[in-house]
């Protein structure tokens, strides 16, 4: 059973910039059935698709492209995510994900709260 | 990408059933097979309810079912249980790798 673990700040000041990594374990993120990626819910509101790797590339929804970089590290069978230039907007729950090839997001990890604010 | 547009809100006693839209156009929903439901309840990470419009994971009761007719994806939940009541998220394929995620419903057991 693959589970998903985000880690990073809670609490990050406008226009610094996020870090936040998923540690994967029970998969491999070299596995190529599978993507890894972001999800976002703001406080109250919807979800969001950020962006996904898949064996080194990288895919950013187009409203965030500008500001994000999806990485990974295989030695440590984890990714990470940065957005930069961030605004209180960005206060969110951030989820990381496995989509599979048909597009849908079969395991999500527990998410963390990242707040943007002085 | 606009939001896939969902009822911000729908119920139903237990023992009923309840279901909720999901309209995209042509370049989301209409286009693809790849719509999937998810439910989240308060505090917790979504979960997988339906993938591939009307496939269901294993472990999924057989009271949720998902269609899709033209530009607009349905999850129906039949015979209603205390349980369900959640958030219930649709989600599409949108082209260039991207997905797309509805507004939510916020589903309340009468």
């Known amino acids: 059973q693959v589970q998903l673990q985000e880690s990073g700040p809670g609490l990050v000041k406008p226009s610094e910039t996020l870090s936040l990594t998923c540690t994967v374990s029970g998969d491999s993120i070299t596995n190529n059935n599978f993507e890894w990626g972001w999800v976002r819910q703001p406080p109250g509101m919807g979800l969001e698709w950020i962006g996904s790797?898949?064996?080194?590339?990288?895919y950013y929804t187009p409203s965030l492209k500008s500001r994000i970089t999806i990485s990974e590290d295989a030695s440590k069978n984890q990714f990470s995510l940065r957005m930069n230039s961030l605004i209180a907007r960005d206060t969110a729950v951030y989820f990381c994900?496995?989509?599979?090839?048909?597009?849908?997001?079969?395991?999500w990890g527990q998410g963390t709260l990242v707040t943007v604010s002085s | 990408q606009s939001a896939l547009t969902q009822p911000p809100s729908a119920s139903g006693s237990p023992g009923q059933s309840v279901t909720i839209s999901c309209t995209g156009s042509r370049t989301d929903v209409g286009g693809y097979a790849y719509v999937s439901w998810y439910q989240q309840h308060p505090g917790k990470a979504p979960k997988l309810l339906i993938y591939?419009?009307?496939k269901r994971p294993s472990g999924v009761p057989d009271r949720f079912s998902g269609s899709k007719s033209g530009n607009t994806a349905s999850l129906t939940v039949a015979g209603l249980q205390a349980e369900d009541e959640a958030d219930y998220y649709c989600c599409s394929y949108t082209g260039d790798n991207n997905l797309v995620f509805g507004g939510g419903t916020k589903v309340t057991v009468l």
């Open positions: 790797i898949y064996v080194g590339t990288t």
């Open positions: 994900v496995r989509r599979t090839s048909g597009d849908y997001l079969d395991s």
């Open positions: 591939e419009v009307v």
